[in-house]
């Protein structure tokens, strides 16, 4: 059951370089989210995308954009890194039923350091 | 804006002490109030839903409850194993509150 992957588990990125984080669920969920957690800040949504070819900003979505590429897959693009993004980066899925959202499923995180 | 805050940020807790950890909102049109563990180095991993007032979930030694306002996770006669971040979220984009980080000690 692979439920949520997300790649790379781990990167370190020189400031003002480009990566792109992966993530892949295989359970059939409409909506997606991208947060990021950093020590005693919880977690801080980036964008979401409520279904395939939509896509929103969260709480802090400056510095990155997202593609929903189809249903399984939601992409965060780091145009220019810099230190301040420096964090742990969770994907997420859920499947809403109706008016009600059902719980969401998370990845492992990618550790990601900008130097 | 829609906001969520949970209560106290840090608790330490004697091996059998029980407590509660609060998780305060206010949202535009709950869609449900979510409880999450977080164990360090690991994604959240998903405890309980509420979707009314007055509704209680129970999970071993956790009881979770909804009020129109805040809801509380209860941990009665805790274990070190019960260690962890405790995290609430609501609404539609699944906003997540700083926290709660609970030490239980032997």
């Known amino acids: 059951n692979a439920g949520v992957t997300q790649t790379p588990k781990f990167q370190v990125l020189k400031t003002g370089q480009s990566m792109t984080l992966q993530c892949a669920q295989d359970?059939?969920?409409?909506?997606m989210y991208w947060y990021r957690q950093d020590p005693g800040m919880g977690l801080r949504l980036i964008y979401y995308?409520?279904?395939?070819?939509?896509?929103d900003k969260g709480e802090v979505p400056n510095g990155y954009n997202v593609s929903r590429l189809n249903k399984r897959e939601f992409s965060l693009r780091l145009e220019s890194a810099a230190p301040s993004q420096t964090s742990v980066y969770f994907c997420a899925s859920s499947k809403p039923g109706g008016t009600m959202n059902t719980e969401a499923f998370f990845g492992q995180g990618t550790r990601l350091t900008v130097v | 804006e829609d906001q969520v805050t949970q209560s106290p940020e840090a608790l330490r807790l004697q091996e059998g002490e029980s407590s509660s950890l609060n998780c305060s909102y206010t949202?535009?049109?709950?869609?449900?109030l979510f409880w999450y563990r977080q164990d360090p180095g690991k994604g959240p991993e998903f405890l309980f839903t509420l979707y009314s007032a007055g509704e209680e979930k129970e999970k071993e030694r956790l009881k979770a409850t909804l009020t129109k306002k805040e809801s509380f996770l209860h941990i009665t006669a805790p274990k070190p194993e019960d260690s962890a971040t405790y995290l609430c979220a609501c609404t539609g984009k699944l906003i997540f509150g700083q926290g709660t980080t609970l030490q239980v000690k032997p």
């Open positions: 949202v535009s049109g709950l869609r449900g």
């Open positions: 995308s409520a279904s395939e070819g939509t896509t």
């Open positions: 359970m059939n969920h409409n909506s």
